[in-house]
């Protein structure tokens, strides 16, 4: 069967927004970044508030090569029950992680930039909005840029291409089973 | 940091069902492509429907080695405006593709399974929802299996252990932006 290759007339980058309580906003990017690597574009991947807890898609894009970056940055899940860490440092992580988006997407080496979690860091104060509008405003007119987390801002919404809001149908979890690798983390 | 790794007491399979009219269902299932081989899990991915229009994915779990299968079948969408071929050989692709994901299952090479577009196959009855629950009934008990594609059945949703539903807010292409390579393809 030959295969036929879209190509569109004008490239240019979507700005897209992953919401919502459901599962399958970080693993859609973590999809959208193994869809770009095929295209032989180069992804930057910043992840918000993520801590320590490992998870397999840190292991997954080293196999892509050297054509994707991977930055964990935060301490977990602020506010969650049983998080030691003061506001402020979490904030000053989250402040850390913004910097770094700048300077990456300043660097133009990139044509596929995800912020994991960056709505939910909004959400809980520790980026403000103004620097995602920002961000979006500075950004290249070729980059695509990801934004994940539940509680997307509504202005970042509205300068959004592409917005997905992701629901819970059910969730293993609310029937006591254990998150699973591979799937959940 | 130190990284803390999560073991599950009870290793279990998962059915993932991602189902909804917004973008990020497919590309969801190759985020746990890419998780779970970061994980060091086998992965077998089967593509209903999907016909002779190149994706990234298609490039980019070749670079994940051969700890990734992925087959492609079908004519393109069925139903579609355009899509030229009788619904009799869509059903024959779709229903090949059934006896695929059978054996695939049954030869337990595999951690991970994933049925793109099945959901809709079902939807379109180029696949009876019997032979999806006979496809569950059958399954190892360590097996992921994720279902992907819009109007998932009721009886798969019913027997699914975590359903989200991707409902789009927005999406570029309403507003004439072509399809972009690393997002939408």
């Known amino acids: 069967m030959e295969i036929t290759k879209l190509t569109p007339k004008q490239r240019r980058g979507l700005v897209v927004v992953l919401t919502g309580y459901g599962k399958g906003k970080t693993t859609s990017a973590m999809g959208m970044v193994l869809r770009a690597v095929g295209h032989g574009m180069r992804v930057c991947v910043i992840q918000f508030m993520k801590g320590d807890l490992y998870t397999g898609e840190w292991d997954g894009v080293k196999l892509l090569g050297d054509q994707v970056e991977l ?9 969650i029950q049983g998080n030691p860490f003061p506001h402020a440092e979490h904030r000053r992580n989250a402040q850390d992680a ?88």
């Open 71 to 79: 930055h964990v940055t935060g301490k977990g899940f602020c506010g």
């Open 98 to 185: 913004i910097d770094l988006a700048l300077a990456k997407m300043k660097s133009n080496r990139f044509d596929l930039l995800v912020l994991d979690e960056i709505n939910n860091a909004v959400h809980l104060r520790l980026v403000d909005s103004d620097q995602v509008l920002t961000l979006l405003a500075q950004r290249p007119e070729r980059l695509h840029l990801v934004l994940t987390g539940r509680d997307a801002h509504d202005d970042v919404v509205a300068q959004a291409d592409t917005v997905s809001r992701v629901d819970e149908i059910k969730h293993a979890y609310r029937r006591d089973i254990e998150p699973q690798p591979g799937i959940d983390y």
